[in-house]
């Protein structure tokens, strides 16, 4: 069976050419700290699932910065499921971004849901991530595409590995050839997980395509003591690196508790990751 044309892929910018070697994505500014992503040793990604206050994350950032992470979740907007949900802090929390920067030197990723959260975003992050629930949002995709920031595309929970680097293309065909894809699990008939990681996807969109490709084993599982063993799987699966919600006290979060790694949690888990960093 055709699941998907590869000979339109072959034309797309996103495919990867015969002998073609993989993107390296820079990450940071000519002045500050700078980082690639694909190519090298992977990347660890974490922080909490969205900035709360401004003491906490500041301190978050510190202790995550000496346990060697190099980029970290400063979510603002949060695209909840449901409208009754923390909404993240919005606006108002762009200053926090600017003093955790100040104070650390830490690479900033930060979420952003429309046009305008974008260009408000942009000048405060240095990179900027479309989540799954925005991956079709062709608009967003074609005003990031005219950005200068490398942007993390986060696989749609219900796309297939083809849509997902459709999704990418309109970033590229914008003129932005900074996507950093990230696998973060689909929807499947299993109730035991939040979602379903799809470990072939990574191996998969390493043939197809020269974008790097990192995964995100808290939204996939939704289960605290899934993420180390999938990020295990993740990174041995050629992974250019892993994105891991973290939370100062994980019981208080106010969104995705279940999955957020203590300080402590994520210490094991970079020892049992090791290896492959
Ligand atoms: C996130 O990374 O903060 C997030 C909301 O993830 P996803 O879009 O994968 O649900
Ligand atoms: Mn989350």
Redesign the pocket.
């Known amino acids: 069976m055709n699941f998907f044309s590869e000979d339109k892929l072959s034309h797309m910018l996103v495919a990867r050419k015969p002998e073609q070697h993989g993107t390296s994505v820079c990450v940071g500014s000519a002045e500050g700290k700078k980082l690639f992503i694909g190519g090298g040793k992977p990347v660890v990604i974490a922080g909490p699932?969205a900035l709360e206050a401004e003491e906490e994350a500041l301190s978050l950032a510190k202790g995550l910065k000496e346990l060697g992470v190099s980029i970290f979740r400063a979510?603002l907007f949060k695209?909840r499921s449901s409208p009754y949900s923390f909404q993240g802090l919005g606006e108002a929390g762009l200053s926090i971004l600017d003093e955790i920067k100040k104070q650390t030197s830490l690479l900033l990723l930060s979420?952003v849901c429309s046009e305008r959260e974008a260009d408000l975003t942009a000048p405060h992050a240095d990179i900027l991530?479309i989540?799954?629930?925005n991956m079709s949002n062709f608009e967003l995709l074609k005003h990031v595409g005219r950005l200068n920031r490398p942007i993390v595309l986060?696989r749609g929970m219900g796309a297939s590995i083809i849509e997902w680097l459709n999704a990418a293309e309109y970033i590229l065909a914008e003129g932005n050839p900074n996507v950093i894809l990230c696998e973060?699990g689909i929807k499947t008939f299993e109730l035991y997980t939040r979602f379903t990681l799809d470990i072939s996807a990574i191996p998969a969109v390493k043939e197809l395509s020269h974008l790097p490709i990192i995964a995100?084993p808290s939204?996939a599982s939704g289960r605290r003591s899934l993420i180390t063993p999938l990020s295990r799987a993740i990174l041995a699966s050629g992974a250019d690196g892993l994105m891991v919600e973290v939370h100062q006290s994980p019981q208080n979060s106010l969104s995705d508790a279940k999955q957020a790694l203590s300080l402590n949690d994520f210490i094991e888990l970079k020892k049992s990751v090791q290896v492959f960093l």
């Open positions: 699932c979510m695209p979420e991530q989540g799954t629930r986060k973060r995100d939204h």
